[in-house]
């Protein structure tokens, strides 16, 4: 099994869920949204990185546009391999919750 981080984790559910929409803007919007924190670049540039050197990602670079200046945008997509490694993320977390109490927010003993 592999593990990953958190970000790491919802950097690549998220790569998987925009498919050919997955670069960096998207990306970091989808998960502003989704987690309702404020996603640096870095953020997801790091984790970007890590998951494409495990081959759990892999990314293509677009013809240079006019519109973005004559720059490129890098296009990531979700490997066979990240995929397992998110089914397996899924089932570990399935498992794990299943033991734990119930995450109801008890008062706090003195």
């Not at 498919?19 to 949204?33: G, M, S, T, W």
Request: hydrophobic residues 40%; proline residues 5%; contains cysteine.
């Amino acid at each position: 099994m592999r593990f990953l981080s958190r970000s790491e984790e919802l950097v690549l559910l998220a790569v998987w869920k925009l498919k050919e929409d997955a670069y960096c803007v998207p990306i970091r919007e989808h998960l502003n949204v989704l987690t309702g924190k404020n996603w640096s670049f870095g953020s997801i540039f790091d984790p970007l990185d890590r998951l494409e050197k495990k081959g759990l990602l892999w990314s293509i670079l677009t013809e240079p546009a006019k519109f973005r200046g004559g720059r490129s945008k890098r296009i990531y997509r979700i490997t066979a391999d990240g995929k397992r490694a998110l089914a397996e993320m899924h089932a570990m977390q399935k498992a794990m919750w299943a033991e734990a109490p119930d995450p109801e927010i008890e008062p706090e003993e003195a």
